[in-house]
């Protein structure tokens, strides 16, 4: 999606593995936790005078990996979170900005996904639904 993206401080810094096993209970698990932080400003498209850039992206998920005695399949689980700023820029000036918007996808690396922007400014009623606005600036 983000072709030029990097991670700063590379892998080393951004992915956590731990494990476990206990023997006595015939399990182990092993998880892969990722925090990378991307700072820059990325364009995500760009449609004739109309281009939407992503902002100040933290990029959070982890698989696991978990196997007993008791069953046959390894149990995997999973996460993916996108946090962002979206800023979207109509013939060189910035029209909307959307802040604090994640995009998550469900378990099993589904290609679904849901965003929710955040505005602390918003109503009561429009939180409970789960779509809390935009912030417009000019």
């Not at 604090?100 to 918003?122: E, G, Q, R, Y």
């Amino acid at each position: 999606m983000l072709p030029r993206a990097s991670i700063s401080g590379g892998l080393k810094n951004a992915v956590k593995a731990t494990h476990d096993l206990d023997t006595k209970a015939g399990r182990a698990w092993v998880q892969a936790d990722v925090n990378v932080p991307l700072p820059r400003r990325e364009t995500l498209y760009i449609i004739g005078p109309f281009t939407l850039f992503l902002k100040s992206r933290r990029l959070t998920a982890f698989v696991r990996a978990e196997a007993s005695k008791d069953q046959k399949e390894v149990a995997l689980s999973d996460r993916t979170l996108l946090l962002t700023n979206m800023e979207t820029m109509v013939a060189g000036q910035i029209m909307v900005t959307l802040q604090d918007v994640s995009s998550a996808t469900p378990p099993a690396f589904s290609l679904i996904s849901s965003s929710t922007p955040k505005n602390p400014h918003s109503s009561d009623d429009a939180l409970n639904t789960g779509y809390a606005g935009i912030n417009l600036r000019r």
